[in-house]
């Protein structure tokens, strides 16, 4: 009878001590994820901002300084404090003498893998974008990502117009994105052959940025002051 009992609790225990065993491997993963986590946050974080700075200087030609600026609850530009996150922010960049020369502007949407994100000069005297640059991607190798290299597809970026109308409250033309050939107008994007979803998608995202931005910007453009 008691070696029956035995062989009964033998079942029990093993299990018992391979669930303990198992909890605490659980237990050991998830601190060390959690502490991968911390030990990279910060470093991810500072990279991140790094290519940020870099991407403002090259949409915006022949800056020297550059200064962030968020958009206040009343509709106003406010410096941004170091380590201050705000939903809406600007970067405004200035020539050697601390003349406005421009502003970066980051935008975002569905592209054809996943939200693109990139970040675009305007000129707010000639009413132009002046530079362009993707900064997080997930399109396809070799068609989508010609977003970030095609010379041709870069070149829409140089000198696009995106005029506003009189009292500034919209765009004159909307930014369009036309098929690869097809660009007769200086506010249209000319696509690229294969990558139709991605190229749409530039188009799309510059338009609504645009759209809600500049309208924005050029009425509080005396706010955008190096000091």
Not at 59 to 74: Q, S
Not at 108 to 136: M, W
């Amino acid at each position: 009878m008691s070696a029956t009992i035995e062989q009964q609790e033998q079942p029990t225990s093993n299990s018992k001590k391979m669930l303990t065993a198992m909890v605490g491997i659980g237990a050991l993963c998830a601190l060390l994820i959690v502490l991968t986590y911390e030990g990279t946050a910060e470093r991810i974080a500072f990279l991140k901002q790094e290519a940020l700075q870099n991407a403002i200087f090259k949409v915006l030609p022949g800056i020297e300084k550059t200064r962030a600026f968020y958009l206040d609850k009343e509709g106003h530009f406010q410096p941004l404090a170091e380590n201050q996150k705000e939903a809406t922010v600007v970067y405004a960049g200035f020539t050697g003498q601390g003349e406005l020369a421009g502003i970066a502007i980051q935008g975002a949407g569905q592209g054809y893998a996943d939200v693109i994100k990139v970040l675009y000069g305007y000129n707010p005297q000639k009413e132009e974008i002046v530079g362009f640059y993707v900064l997080e991607s997930k399109e396809t190798p070799g068609l989508g990502d010609k977003i970030e290299k095609d010379e041709v597809f870069l070149s829409n970026f140089e000198a696009m117009d995106v005029k506003l109308n009189a009292d500034k409250s919209q765009l004159v033309n909307p930014v369009t994105t036309v098929k690869s050939g097809e660009k007769n107008n200086l506010w249209e994007v000319d696509g690229i052959t294969g990558a139709t979803i991605s190229s749409r998608a530039i188009g799309n995202i510059l338009n609504e940025s645009t759209s809600e931005m500049l309208p924005i910007i050029q009425r509080n453009i005396s706010e955008l002051k190096i000091q």
